[in-house]
């Protein structure tokens, strides 16, 4: 786990705009909203994810800063007076908060175009890494619509809250993992094997979430069960794999018994 930090945070900081760039508040904002803080699951299920398609971490390397990059733009916009109106993210100022909301806009734009040109120098098949960012960046965009409207109240169906979890939580958790298959040269049954790990794992990640935040719509028994379900079926779906997969399974259970 330390080896994988460490490889993605020298990536992250060497992509990002620094001295020189004009102008520098938009560098600046950029940086804010990545460095810090994020404890970086979807860049090292990337990695870890071409490791266990049978290719090495260093494959993924690009495929990994592009998830983290569009995940930062993500919360950004998330945060903006016109969404979730955030104004703490990850325990400091949230990047409209700090920079004003012309420029978290603006920064957030040019993260989201910093993330397809990071996937497109994936080495291997970069067309198929770029189109499954796509995919999954437009799935995060419908999730957030139908979250807002769950917040605007009006009575929220089984349905609604299975779509807000699958595109706004899972959908990341899966480009990562395909992504990172696809860099490294995956087999297509492999890319679907961790494409499906990939969902129940994000599945997971959101029922805990909501047990750690206590706002579950589903009883906390109930919730619990799915947590317990979908971390299970994530590592049976790892199986078969030609990789080493001990990684990601550790992580599955290590998120599934997390407390923050």
Avoid at 65 to 73: D, K, N, P, T, Y
Wanted: with cysteine.
């Amino acid at each position: 786990m330390a080896g994988y930090l460490e490889m993605i945070e020298a990536a992250l900081d060497a992509a990002l705009p620094g001295e020189g760039f004009r102008p520098a508040v938009v560098a600046e904002a950029m940086r804010w909203a990545v460095e810090g803080g994020g404890k970086r699951i979807r860049p090292q299920i990337c990695l870890a994810s071409a490791v266990a398609a049978g290719g090495c971490a260093e494959d993924a390397l690009m495929p990994a800063c592009a998830i983290e990059v569009l995940h930062s733009f993500t919360l950004v916009h998330d945060d903006l007076p016109a969404m979730d109106n955030d104004t703490v993210r990850r325990g400091k100022a949230s990047v409209w908060a700090k920079f004003g909301e012309a420029n978290a806009i603006l920064a957030g734009d040019a993260l989201q175009a910093l993330a397809f040109d990071l996937a497109a120098r994936s080495p291997r098949n970069a067309a198929a890494v770029v189109a499954e960012l796509a995919t999954r960046a437009v799935g995060v965009v419908r999730g957030q619509v139908e979250d807002l409207a769950l917040a605007r109240g009006g009575g929220a169906s089984a349905d609604m809250v299975d779509f807000v979890y699958e595109h706004k939580t899972a959908d990341l958790f899966m480009a990562s993992a395909v992504m990172g298959a696809l860099a490294a040269g995956a087999a297509e049954e492999h890319v679907e094997r961790l494409r499906r790990f990939a969902l129940k794992l994000g599945l997971a990640f959101q029922y805990e979430d909501d047990l750690l935040d206590g706002d579950s719509p589903y009883a906390r028994d109930v919730t619990e069960r799915l947590v317990r379900e979908t971390t299970a079926a994530a590592i049976e779906a790892l199986k078969g794999l030609p990789g080493d997969t001990s990684f990601l399974a550790s992580l599955a259970e290590r998120l599934a018994r997390r407390k923050m």
